[in-house]
């Protein structure tokens, strides 16, 4: 199992970048194909870059959209700290396609990490937009 957080390179236009994105545990796992219009991805490292600044910081990132008139999936993304010592962690909100269903399959994660592994996977996360592949992991040691 590789525990945390995925964004994988699936295909693009002039428009946007689709991107799988896989959030895992010990427990649980969602995964989600997602839209991403074209710089998202960098506005995306650049939103989360520095986190966190103190135990208080809270930041929210959505990739996607979600409900059944839109195409794909979606993920919201919401990073914080657990206590007041300022232990990291994010909470995974993502719907699949719906694919003309009524209702998506869903998962809520949620993922402790280490700060150091959020400032590895940021540069990756900006590769995969500007290289138009690859993958960029924000992975937590078990």
Not at 7 to 24: C, P
Not at 55 to 73: I, Q
Request: aromatic letters at 8%; charged letters at 25%; one cysteine or more.
């Amino acid at each position: 199992m590789n525990a945390g957080l995925t964004v994988t390179y699936l295909w693009h236009d002039n428009d946007v970048i689709e991107v799988r994105v896989k959030a895992e545990n010990e427990a649980f796992r969602g995964t989600a194909d997602v839209y991403v219009g074209a710089g998202g991805l960098l506005n995306a490292a650049a939103l989360l870059a520095g986190f966190p600044l103190n135990n208080l910081d809270k930041r929210e990132l959505v990739l996607g959209a979600a409900g059944k008139e839109f195409a794909g999936g979606f993920v919201r993304l919401e990073f914080y700290c657990e206590d007041g010592a300022g232990h990291a962690a994010f909470r995974a909100t993502i719907e699949g396609d719906h694919d003309h269903r009524e209702s998506a399959e869903s998962a809520i994660i949620r993922v402790c990490f280490e700060p150091a592994a959020l400032d590895a996977f940021l540069p990756q996360l900006g590769q995969v937009e500007e290289q138009r592949s690859g993958s960029a992991s924000l992975m937590i040691v078990p």
